[in-house]
């Protein structure tokens, strides 16, 4: 069966560092999520994208976090300064199409800052 | 944002017993979604409701959706040690964006 892919894993990273997050979806799957995952609380959605198009950033905290999809396919996270309250598992999942479909997650990059 | 919240946010059962989640939102839910998230896993989509009132059985799991589609419900019946794990419910006014619930942890003793 089809996966998300996301890497790295874990990451540890000092605070006011740089950190970046990648994720290619399933194939095929025109809508991608990043989603934040603080430790016993539930995902809380970050940023939407259907093809290249940011659907909603709402949540995204803007002045230290950044997303791309740059040809739709595969996405990039970024983080810039890292902070320590940003320590959490990102998520990333896909779905087949914008509306009413499942999402699909990747295993998560757990983000330690120090 | 939208704010769906869930109840309980734990609960520990006797292998046997049964188990109920119950999720609510603070605006009328065009559809909801549960996920499943094992310890140490990723939420792993159960099922999703789209009609007032719907209810759907998946084995020994049914998923009711309100009829004024501001809460939802998770039962199970007879829980076993393979349903422990998170549940979350995922909710939605628009179809599209998905906010998730805050989780129930499901504890099973055996």
């Known amino acids: 069966e089809a996966e998300v892919a996301q890497s790295p894993r874990y990451k540890i990273t000092e605070k006011s560092q740089a950190v970046a997050f990648w994720c290619d979806p399933i194939s095929g799957h025109a809508t991608l999520y990043w989603y934040r995952q603080i430790l016993g609380q539930g995902p809380e959605l970050l940023v939407q994208f259907q093809d290249e198009s940011v659907v909603d950033d709402s949540q995204l905290p803007k002045d230290r976090f950044s997303a791309e999809r740059l040809k739709g396919v595969d996405s990039t996270l970024k983080i810039q300064p890292a902070e320590l309250g940003d320590s959490a598992m990102y998520l990333c999942?896909?779905?087949?199409?914008?509306?009413?479909?499942?999402?699909?997650f990747g295993n998560g990059t757990r983000l330690t800052v120090t | 944002g939208q704010q769906v919240m869930q109840i309980p946010q734990y609960q520990h059962v006797q292998e046997g017993e049964d188990f109920t989640t119950y999720c609510n939102s603070s605006?009328?839910?065009?559809?909801i979604q549960w996920y499943k998230q094992r310890p140490g896993g990723h939420p792993v989509f159960l099922i999703q409701?789209?009609?007032?009132?719907e209810v759907k059985k998946q084995k020994r799991l049914t998923f009711q959706f309100g009829e004024a589609k501001k809460n939802s419900s998770l039962h199970i019946t007879a829980t076993q040690t393979t349903d422990v794990g998170t549940y979350f419910c995922a909710g939605s006014s628009t179809g599209n964006q998905f906010y998730f619930g805050t989780g129930t942890s499901l504890t099973v003793i055996p």
């Open positions: 605006t009328t839910l065009s559809n």
């Open positions: 409701l789209v009609k007032s009132g």
């Open positions: 999942a896909s779905s087949i199409r914008q509306s009413n479909s499942p999402l699909h």
